[in-house]
T-cell receptor, first 111, second 110 residues
Framework: KAGVTQTPRYLIKTRGQQVTLSCSPI?????VSWYQQTPGQGLQFLFE???????NKGNFPGRFSGRQFSNSRSEMNVSTLELGDSALYLC??????????FGPGTRLTVL | GQNIDQPTEMTATEGAIVQINCTYQ??????LFWYQQHAGEAPTFLSY????GLEEKGRFSSFLSRSKGYSYLLLKELQMKDSASYLC???????????FGTGTQLKVEL
């Protein structure tokens, strides 16, 4: 089985811009979760999508949004980028209450 | 709210045994995961505990006590490649939301 894939792997943006990140889950996995990882805050949950519906949401501002398509692929969007949004964004796919498989991540740098 | 605590750093010797502790205070507990993360890489799954007791998988074992809000990860016969960050995470609620601890950076020395 192919693993979780994320594109792009690296991204450089400037403050005020917006960005869209993509995640393709493992075949058959309908749950896709997004996490932000920074040295200071560690891994923090952004949101989870299941069958095209947002099922859980973390404590991030509304600038962070996401969606899931009928083939379970997911995208997350960050609008009006701030310097503090620089982080590794990880996507994970899973079945319910089971091991989450993480993708390699997208390294976002905001200048 | 959710609170998960684990030591920031630990150092151990190759061939030895090390125990990494994790304490948590959460609501709606549905299980506890341990992940390993090498620098610059994605987390990889090590273990999942939902019932009290010990789960053993090769050199790695994980223990859970739900009444005490406590778990540990035991690594035996340490190897240099075990140098990594070890993340404790609790799953809560009706979905797959994981709340992570800040991770324990383990350094294995000769």
């Amino acid at each position: 089985k192919a693993g979780v894939t994320q594109t792009p792997r690296y991204l450089i943006k400037t403050r005020g811009q917006q960005v869209t990140l993509s995640c393709s889950p493992i075949s058959g996995h309908r749950s896709v979760s997004w996490y932000q990882q920074t040295p200071g805050q560690g891994l923090q949950f952004l949101f989870e999508y299941f069958s095209e519906t947002q099922r859980n949401k973390g404590n991030f501002p509304g600038r962070f949004s996401g969606r899931q398509f009928s083939n379970s692929r997911s995208e997350m969007n960050v609008s009006t980028l701030e310097l503090g949004d620089s982080a590794l964004y990880l996507c994970a796919s899973s079945l319910i209450h089971a091991e989450q498989f993480f993708g390699p991540g997208t390294r976002l740098t905001v200048l | 709210g959710q609170n998960i605590d684990q030591p920031t750093e630990m150092t151990a010797t190759e061939g030895a045994i090390v125990q990494i502790n994790c304490t948590y205070q959460t609501s709606g507990f549905n299980g506890l995961f341990w992940y390993q993360q090498h620098a610059g890489e994605a987390p990889t799954f090590l273990s999942y505990n939902v019932l009290d007791g010990l789960e053993e998988k090769g050199r790695f074992s994980s223990f859970l006590s739900r009444s005490k809000g406590y778990s540990y990860l035991l690594l035996k016969e340490l190897q240099m490649k075990d140098s990594a960050s070890y993340l404790c995470a609790v799953i809560t609620g009706g979905g797959n939301k994981l709340t992570f601890g800040t991770g324990t950076q383990l350094k294995v020395e000769l």
